[in-house]
């Protein structure tokens, strides 16, 4: 399908997953903090980061990279997500992403939380880290979620 052509030799794997609405995809990015137990946890992590990059950025990017590397080396497994059209190749459609754009992370997030309860993803606390456009993003989408971030999708 293509969305391994411009992963960077840092991350581990990607992913590619189908929107809700089936007419596009966006990707996600991981680097196991361990050897890999399941998709997105590995053995002995203390968790998972979700880091969302920043505008017209991708997770390639030194600082992408960098932060992740930064809480792979404290135990932490990381995924940074792409937003649409930002994984070096084209989407299916012409909508995008913007600072307001919470679809994809609540989606992924939804993704985990089934996966935890479906037994395939141990109970270990999820973060959210962003930068730039991607903290914004963070930052709604905990406001959109309220206590369900919490008591729903166990993020810390």
């Known amino acids: 399908d293509g969305a391994d052509e411009t992963m960077s030799i840092f991350w581990d794997e ?18 196991y903090a361990g050897s890999k137990k399941t998709l997105y946890q590995s053995d002995d992590s203390k ?11 991708n997770s390639n990017s030194s600082l992408s ?3 992740a590397n ?10 940074c997500l792409n937003f649409r059209g930002c994984c070096g190749v084209p989407n299916d459609t012409l909508g995008g992403y913007h600072l307001g754009f919470t679809d994809d992370l609540i989606q992924f997030l939804t993704i985990l939380q089934k996966s935890r309860e479906g037994g395939a993803f141990e109970n270990r606390p999820i973060y959210l880290s962003g930068f730039s456009l991607g903290a914004n993003v963070v930052v709604k989408c905990l406001g ?3 206590s369900k971030a919490y008591t729903e999708y166990n993020i810390h």
Do not use: P, Q
């Open 47 to 57: 968790g998972l980061v979700v880091l969302i990059h920043g505008l017209e950025s």
């Open 65 to 67: 990279t960098d932060m």
């Open 14 to 31: 990607r992913c590619r997953i189908t929107t809700h609405c089936n007419n596009d995809f966006f990707t996600a990015d991981i680097k």
């Open 144 to 146: 959109e979620l309220g």
């Open 70 to 79: 930064a809480y792979v080396n404290e135990g932490y497994d990381t995924v």
